[in-house]
């Protein structure tokens, strides 16, 4: 029942074009909304980003047809969406995945397997990376693939140090049947299209670390006034107001370079791409690092699930490994450099 009435406030097509039927927001309006939303829980509004990442795919690169038959429910959230591209061999190596498109007359013929897919054997519809031609980027495409498909089923539920509150499953194809149709935009772009998608996805996961750090420093500013040691509430003492002070500093400084990353690809700044992967490695890496200093401030009782601080160390944990790992910004940001000296 959740997800229509997300779907109602406007939150299944947040930077779909008002033209397309979407709520029409800039990328940088966005970073505002996933981290408000992540401050409730970093996993819910982290699963809201991918089906908003593949909305937005479809709705720039689909053809009319194919945006007037799926972006209604799509926009209202009675289809609800996923992000199929990496596989069981090729993580950071995107563009040596293996799943394959044969063409046929009816439209295309797909075998192989996708891992670690957020929402597999949950969600309505697969947005897929397959190959439709040579080796490399240049052979990928992107196609639709609808819940019970001929050919489509799903691995057992993984299960996950975080995010528990979204299923993770492989996704298999085996003589899956997709209509012509549901090729979304050019055989030959789905890697361009893929990475398009990344570079907000980007922006979205390090919204979600600044809200969940956020929820973690308020709620730890709380339990400092509260909790009594040697004759005095333990934000009384300096050694723990230095903390304090650091993980705000560091918080203030992550949220003003996603900003920034945000309004550069909002804008096409040719270097979005570069300050997408920067903002990415920075801010995640920093969430992480205040809600674990969180948790050592909490003592005893951040270990403890009632007080929700050890969930958000679990959640924040993979935001360092999806949408391209860490050391894969690195690269990014390293070739950018290189290119332009």
Request: glycine share 12%.
């Amino acid at each position: 029942d959740l997800w229509p009435k997300v779907g109602e406030l406007g939150f299944g097509g947040l930077y779909v074009s008002e033209d397309g039927g979407g709520t029409g927001l800039s990328r940088l309006d966005a970073t505002l909304v996933f981290e408000a939303l992540s401050m409730a829980c970093p996993s819910v509004a982290a699963f809201l980003s991918i089906h908003n990442m593949c909305a937005k795919m479809i709705d720039s690169f689909g053809s009319d047809e194919m945006k007037a038959r799926v972006m209604p429910d799509v926009l209202a959230m009675k289809t609800v969406l996923s992000y199929c591209l990496t596989e069981p061999g090729s993580g950071s190596d995107a563009a040596a995945l293996k799943t394959r498109a044969e063409r046929t007359n009816e439209g295309y013929t797909l075998n192989g397997t996708k891992a670690f897919i957020s929402g597999g054997g949950y969600s309505d519809a697969y947005v897929c990376m397959v190959r439709t031609g040579e080796d490399g980027a240049a052979g990928v495409s992107t196609v639709y693939v609808e819940d019970r498909s001929d050919g489509l089923s799903f691995g057992g539920l993984e299960q996950k140090m975080g995010w528990r509150s979204q299923p993770t499953a492989q996704v298999q194809f085996d003589d899956c049947k997709v209509a012509a149709q549901n090729l979304i935009g050019e055989e030959g772009k789905g890697f361009k299209y893929a990475m398009m998608g990344l570079d907000g996805g980007r922006l979205n996961i390090s919204a979600c670390s600044l809200g969940a750090a956020q929820t973690a420093l308020n709620a730890t500013l709380d339990y400092m006034g509260e909790r009594k040691a040697f004759g005095k509430s333990i934000d009384q003492f300096q050694g723990l107001q230095w903390r304090l002070a650091d993980m705000e500093i560091e918080m203030q400084a992550a949220r003003v370079f996603l900003r920034q990353a945000a309004w550069k690809l909002d804008t096409g700044a040719p270097d979005a791409t570069k300050y997408c992967a920067m903002a990415k490695k920075f801010v995640t890496e920093v969430g992480s690092k205040i809600v674990d200093q969180c948790l050592q401030l909490h003592g005893g009782y951040g270990y403890l699930a009632d007080y929700g601080i050890e969930k958000l160390v679990r959640d924040l944990r993979v935001h360092q490994i999806l949408e391209g790992t860490n050391e894969i910004m690195r690269v990014i940001i390293a070739r950018d450099m290189l290119k332009n000296r």
